[in-house]
């Protein structure tokens, strides 16, 4: 009776034995960061970044760990690669050397659909490294601080120059999720939706939707239920989709403004968030040139006509900058704003550089509300003496809950998990750091032989060592290889596999 009992329990409720993770600390500019375990409370970090940063919290509230740019952002994607750090803000045990252009919204983090200690983090390829590259997280190693065992792993079907707006909605099933991208290259309507499953993650579709655009800032904001995303350019486009979270299709445009064709004249929408009841689009307009002011702007999208709806809710000239605006855990949004004034790129901020405006950020404490309703207070949440630029962290909801009485509020095995596992080998070469990330999953052999050698036959490096099963990762420096194909061979007391890259 009582394992009858524990079937039905498991059958009616399967989500109630997996992990729940939160977002519950953010980690963001000079040394910043919010703790929103009770009162939103400033944190004080090693993170130092004017822009990208994604971070992830236990199911208590408690860091796991976070990545970020270097400090060097302008240098990032060259000879700054982004870091991962632990939750005692330290670098992360192999967590140098990860794959990041110094943008806004180039990275998510994302648990593994069917473990506790596995966690995802990709990152999207804006202009230094074309494609979508992910990186493994196994919390279990170093004592519960986590270590990196596979590094800037290239997606299948991710060879295209991404916008800076990587977004991740879960899955209607409440186990999987949805990693939405958009292709860059040349004018293009192009999604990518690439589906996070227990077998990996894999390109499900690619959609055409909506205005054909080129514009590298293209932000995808999801709503808090998942059930819609706003999209916007710098160039001027705004609009918002219906999203299923079954089947992961875009669809019901409302379309509120397009991209200008002034080549001189750029509008400059920077971010956008939903508000929790799905009505308002919150807009954040910098000041970019000393002639312009920085807007935070409403839009009612159950107007007739949404784009007359707009509303300003605040304007400031320089030396106030909006940067991210982002729905947070106690469903306040908090915009994010730099010092930077006339003639002046400041970043990184000088050590005298203290002032209301970058060590606060600004809160929208009732965005459900219309115009001046929303009780908007501008930087009115003190960073506790730490500083903010343009960026805060990229977070998707952890807690969203399934579909409920929907098509796909079950989970139930399909063909592709009954495949069997094999075992698989990565070689991503990233020119501008002369280094090729060699990572191989499913192993089962405990000693390794790891070879490369050139077209012409003649190996270049050989290592022997001990591993871990199932990972295998590793860094090699190339700066000493001439350019060419390369062969690399992994065998272990197990198996063998291969793969080529090509150095340029």
Not at 67 to 80: E, F, M, Q, R
Not at 255 to 267: A, L, R, V, Y
Not at 331 to 345: D, E, G, L, R, V
Request: include cysteine; glycine fraction near 6%.
């Amino acid at each position: 009776m009582n394992r009858q009992f524990l079937f039905i329990l498991i059958f009616l409720f399967p989500f109630s034995l997996c992990a729940q993770f939160i977002s519950n600390i953010w980690v963001f500019g000079d040394s910043a960061g919010i703790n929103f375990n009770n009162a939103p409370a400033p944190i004080i970090t090693s993170i130092d970044s004017r822009g990208s940063s994604a971070s992830i919290s236990d199911s208590l509230g408690n860091l796991l760990f976070y990545v970020c740019d270097s400090p060097d952002a302008l240098n990032g994607g060259i000879d700054k690669p982004s870091k991962i750090y632990n939750k005692d803000f330290q670098l992360m045990m192999y967590g140098d050397s990860i794959i990041g252009d110094a943008w806004y919204k180039e990275y998510v983090i994302l648990n593994f659909p069917d473990s506790e200690n596995l966690f995802y983090e990709i990152t999207a390829g804006v202009t230094i490294n074309s494609g979508l590259y992910y990186s493994i997280i196994d919390m279990d190693l170093d004592s519960g601080r986590g270590a990196v065992v596979q590094k800037n792993i290239q997606l299948k079907d991710s060879d295209f120059w991404c916008n800076d707006g990587l977004a991740a909605i879960k899955h209607g099933n409440g186990r999987d999720w949805w990693l939405i991208a958009r292709n860059w290259q040349f004018y293009t309507d192009t999604f990518y939706l690439y589906l996070v499953t227990p077998t990996g993650i894999n390109l499900d579709h690619i959609q055409k939707a909506g205005d054909i655009v080129q514009s590298g800032f293209f932000r995808i904001e999801p709503s808090k239920d998942g059930s819609k995303i706003a999209c916007l350019t710098n160039k001027g486009l705004m609009s918002v989709y219906d999203f299923n979270r079954c089947n992961g299709y875009l669809s019901n445009q409302i379309s509120i403004q397009h991209e200008t064709t002034d080549p001189n004249f750029f509008p400059w929408y920077w971010d956008c968030e939903i508000s929790p009841n799905n009505r308002f689009l919150y807009v954040s307009k910098p000041a970019v040139d000393n002639m312009s002011s920085t807007y935070l702007l409403q839009f009612d999208l159950l107007a007739s006509n949404v784009a007359a709806s707009r509303d300003t809710i605040y304007s400031a000239p320089l030396p106030v900058v909006g940067g991210l605006i982002e729905l947070a855990p106690d469903n306040k949004m908090y915009w994010s704003c730099a010092y930077n004034p006339p003639f002046t790129f400041m970043y990184p901020y000088p050590d005298s550089v203290y002032n209301n405006i970058n060590m606060n950020l600004s809160v929208i404490n009732e965005p459900d509300s219309l115009g001046t309703a929303c009780s908007f207070q501008p930087f009115s949440f003190n960073l506790g003496g730490k500083r903010t630029y343009y960026g805060l962290p990229n977070n998707p909801d952890y807690d969203m809950k399934p579909l409920y009485g929907s098509v796909c509020d079950s989970l139930s095995a399909g063909i592709n998990d009954l495949q069997p596992i094999t075992c698989k080998l990565f070689v991503s070469y990233v020119s501008p750091w002369q280094k090729a990330f060699i990572n191989a999953q499913n192993l089962k052999g405990t000693t390794y032989t790891l070879t490369v050698i050139d077209i012409a036959g003649k190996l270049v490096f050989k290592e022997k060592g001990r591993l871990r099963p199932p990972y295998f990762t590793r860094d090699l420096d190339c700066g000493a290889f001439a350019n060419g194909m390369y062969i690399v061979t992994l065998t272990t007391n197990k198996e063998k596999v291969a793969q080529k890259f090509i150095k340029n």
